[in-house]
């Protein structure tokens, strides 16, 4: 009868690896649903934002503007206050998107439409009465396998698409 009793090392490195493996069997699978929701996640935030850009100038009675940077993720409202002096742009709200959620369109076209700010940093502006003056265009996002379309109109409203693998077809 041995003094000590346990596991050698081989035992637990055995037992690590069929840890590792149950693991991964079990992991794999919701990998995808996480990047599709992130996804969802993300093109609900820039509609949420696109539509706060739009109150806030009909509250404010001037322009604001909704910009998003490709590189970065963070999306953003600025009051323009006077649209001639950028300087004077009032810092309403601010996020960052999921570092799962990437700026990507499955047709081939450029990813974002909208007016190129600077450098990555593209925007829509809004005008007190809701419409949308400069910045009308596409963000196209991918999480995981999937993809949608978030476009801004020139009236001021927003619709999603989502891609079904050979075309973009309406609804998230």
Do not use: H
Request: neutral net charge; charged residues 15%; proline residues 3%.
């Amino acid at each position: 009868m041995r003094g000590e009793a346990g596991l050698t090392l081989l035992e637990t490195l055995l037992v690590l690896a069929l840890i590792a493996v149950t693991l991964t069997i079990v992991v794999s699978p919701f990998s995808g649903w996480i990047g599709r929701e992130e996804m969802r996640s993300g093109a609900y935030t820039i509609q949420i934002f696109l539509r706060l850009a739009q109150a806030e100038a009909a509250t404010r009675g001037r322009a604001c503007r909704f910009l998003i940077n490709v590189t970065t993720g963070q999306v953003s409202v600025v009051d323009l206050n006077d649209p001639a002096i950028a300087t004077d742009d009032v810092p309403v709200a601010s996020t960052t998107l999921s570092r799962k959620v990437s700026f990507a369109n499955p047709a081939g076209d450029p990813p974002v439409t909208l007016e190129l700010q600077s450098g990555t940093i593209y925007g829509t502006t809004f005008l007190s009465d809701g419409g949308v003056s400069a910045g009308a265009g596409e963000i196209s996002i991918r999480g995981s396998s999937t993809f949608s379309r978030i476009t801004v109109l020139g009236a001021g409203g927003t619709r999603v698409d989502r891609w079904d693998g050979t075309a973009w077809t309406r609804g998230s």
